[in-house]
């Protein structure tokens, strides 16, 4: 995304992502609605989701998508994709610098509010955000559906 003075504009590339991320959430059958914040230019998306489509059988949960495109366009994307719901369970599937894990991308969970995370290095599919949503929600089911 290209701001008016025909350089790269690190925020709207970002909520361009987000806009279609928000659009693929809500094609997932578990998600009830979606929305995205700030509305002129989101920062980040927040879906309610029905955790009971996924295996759970928690009645209410969240999806909270962050996505940041970086400072030029060939930085890699720092994003989070992270679940919580009305159990204290929370997980996500983070690409970012963690000094937990090696590496950026990795998946963290607990069980409840008090306890510390645990920290898994992963590997993603890749870095397009539309497939890398759909791959998390298949994640997501694997996860909750296990619980």
Request: with cysteine.
């Given at each position: 995304?290209?701001a008016?003075?025909g350089g790269?504009d690190?925020?709207?590339?970002?909520?361009?992502?987000?806009l279609?991320l928000r659009?693929?959430?809500?094609?997932?059958?578990?998600?009830?609605?979606?929305?995205?914040d700030?509305?002129d230019?989101?920062?980040?998306?927040?879906?309610?989701?029905?955790?009971?489509?996924?295996?759970?059988?928690?009645?209410?949960g969240?999806l909270?998508?962050?996505?940041?495109?970086?400072?030029?366009?060939?930085?890699?994307?720092?994003?989070?994709?992270?679940?919580?719901?009305?159990?204290?369970?929370?997980?996500?599937w983070?690409?970012?610098?963690?000094?937990?894990?090696?590496?950026w991308?990795?998946?963290?969970?607990?069980?409840?509010?008090?306890?510390?995370?645990?920290?898994?290095?992963?590997?993603?599919?890749?870095?397009h955000?539309?497939?890398?949503?759909?791959?998390?929600?298949?994640?997501?089911?694997?996860?909750?559906?296990a619980?």
């Amino acid at each position: 995304m290209f701001a008016f003075d025909g350089g790269y504009d690190p925020g709207a590339a970002s909520h361009t992502v987000l806009l279609e991320l928000r659009r693929t959430v809500e094609g997932h059958p578990a998600v009830r609605h979606a929305r995205g914040d700030p509305p002129d230019q989101f920062t980040h998306v927040e879906a309610a989701i029905d955790p009971s489509a996924l295996g759970s059988d928690v009645d209410e949960g969240t999806l909270a998508i962050r996505w940041y495109a970086g400072e030029t366009v060939d930085a890699r994307p720092e994003f989070a994709f992270h679940y919580s719901d009305a159990s204290g369970f929370d997980c996500g599937w983070h690409h970012e610098p963690n000094p937990h894990v090696d590496g950026w991308a990795h998946y963290q969970e607990r069980s409840t509010d008090e306890e510390a995370y645990d920290y898994e290095a992963i590997s993603f599919g890749g870095l397009h955000p539309v497939p890398l949503c759909w791959e998390i929600l298949d994640r997501l089911e694997t996860r909750l559906g296990a619980a």
